[in-house]
């Protein structure tokens, strides 16, 4: 779609939407894939990119070029009345991006993927609290870290995200009942005892259901064998949500089996993980702690259920009826194609939009 001037009510003047996009190295990590669906959905919106076209080459010395040559462009092109969305983190160039497009009389809508002073610590508090207020509005991942934001100290305005949307041409295949009482899990993503060393104590609880893991054993080496944890290869994003069998996607993180820990587990309370989306798009309801961010949104739109513990979720799944199970699958489809097709984003932005104008 070739670009346009956005108009939005109540302002009485025009502006461009525009955005810079970069090169990036894969799309298989969520974070990337993440940011060029944003993209994907800026484009529809007749957005601008100020920078080079988008390009995937792992060469480090290449990226850097052609990154640097982006910034660049961007420089040049930014001009008045712009409103440029830029998806944060931004390597290097966050604060300079954003001193560009107010010297230019533009301003700065940033979209929150991850906050470095949360999971890596790479940042204080107070050093990424300094940076965001660089941007005009800020789009927090969801309603939590939007109010932790404002309790930190960022002062400018503030929306939230919700849920990362998922776009892919693959839609969930229709699955039959499974009967009450012999339900299953599915658990994806990348294993490493840094993220996910809860796994190795589910041979101690694991009862009355089986739980799917897609991803490397071999990152959990001490694991030891249960016919209830079943592990499958990796499988490719559109195949997944194609294919994958199971009643629920479940999400946790950390060191336990009985709360969400460690770094990765805490940042639960504050982040949406991508993977959320990506179990929608797959047909299936969510299991999700219930003291992570997305735990209200999970039951207000009843598309899954929240639990303290791993432990409950033998007598949580054999409770769970068909009709219950029908319902939840009802909403999750809606939810799904709002997550196809940008509806998440797109209504934040909006929102970002008639705030700032």
Same mark, same amino acid.
């Given at each position: ?14 502006? +461009? ?9 894969? !799309? ?21 990119? &100020? ?12 990226? $850097? ?12 092109? !930014? ?14 160039? =966050?604060? $300079?991006?954003?001193?560009? #497009? ?28 300094? +940076? ?16 932790? &934001?404002? /309790? ?5 305005? &503030?929306?939230?995200?919700?849920? $990362? ?7 969930? #295949? ?23 060393? =809860? ?33 499958? /290869?990796?499988?490719?994003a559109d195949k997944f949500i194609e294919g994958v069998e199971g009643d629920f996607g479940f999400v946790w993180d ?21 993977? !959320?989306? =990506? ?18 949104? !999970? ?45 998440? $984003?797109?209504? #934040? ?6 705030? &700032?104008?």
């Amino acid at each position: 779609m070739g670009s346009k001037v956005v108009d939005a009510a109540p302002s009485a003047h025009s502006y +461009r939407l525009c955005y810079l996009t970069r090169n990036y190295r894969g !799309v298989e990590g969520s974070g990337n894939k993440a940011k060029t669906d944003n993209e994907d959905t800026l484009k529809e919106m007749g957005a601008v990119n &100020l920078g080079l076209p988008r390009t995937f080459y792992d060469n480090k010395v290449l990226k $850097f070029i052609l990154d640097l040559t982006g910034v660049l462009a961007y420089c040049m092109r !930014v001009r008045r009345n712009d409103v440029v969305v830029l998806q944060y983190p931004v390597k290097k160039y =966050f604060s $300079f991006l954003c001193r560009v #497009a107010h010297l230019k009389g533009a301003r700065v809508v940033t979209l929150i993927h991850d906050l470095g002073s949360m999971r890596r610590k790479k940042l204080t508090v107070q050093q990424e609290i300094n +940076r965001l207020m660089h941007a005009d509005y800020v789009i927090a991942s969801n309603e939590v870290m939007q109010q932790w &934001l404002a /309790d930190n100290g960022y002062s400018h305005p &503030l929306g939230a995200l919700g849920l $990362f949307d998922y776009r892919s041409h693959s839609s969930a #295949a229709e699955h039959g009942e499974t009967p009450s009482g012999e339900r299953s899990i599915v658990y994806a993503g990348a294993l490493a005892m840094r993220k996910n060393a =809860f796994i190795l104590q589910l041979p101690d609880v694991i009862d009355g259901y089986k739980m799917h893991i897609y991803g490397n054993r071999s990152g959990l080496p001490s694991l030891r064998d249960n016919d209830r944890l079943i592990f499958h /290869d990796f499988m490719p994003a559109d195949k997944f949500i194609e294919g994958v069998e199971g009643d629920f996607g479940f999400v946790w993180d950390g060191d336990d089996i009985d709360s969400c820990t460690g770094s990765f587990g805490e940042y639960l309370r504050y982040n949406s993980p991508h993977k !959320v989306s =990506f179990y929608l798009r797959a047909g299936m309801p969510v299991i999700i702690w219930k003291e992570a961010a997305l735990a209200s949104l !999970v039951e207000s739109e009843g598309i899954g259920k929240c639990v303290g513990s791993i432990r409950e979720l033998n007598s949580l799944l054999t409770s769970i009826t068909n009709e219950e199970m029908a319902s939840m699958k009802k909403n999750v489809r809606r939810v799904s194609d709002r997550l196809a097709n940008g509806g998440f $984003f797109q209504k #934040a932005l909006e929102k970002a939009l008639r705030d &700032l104008t």
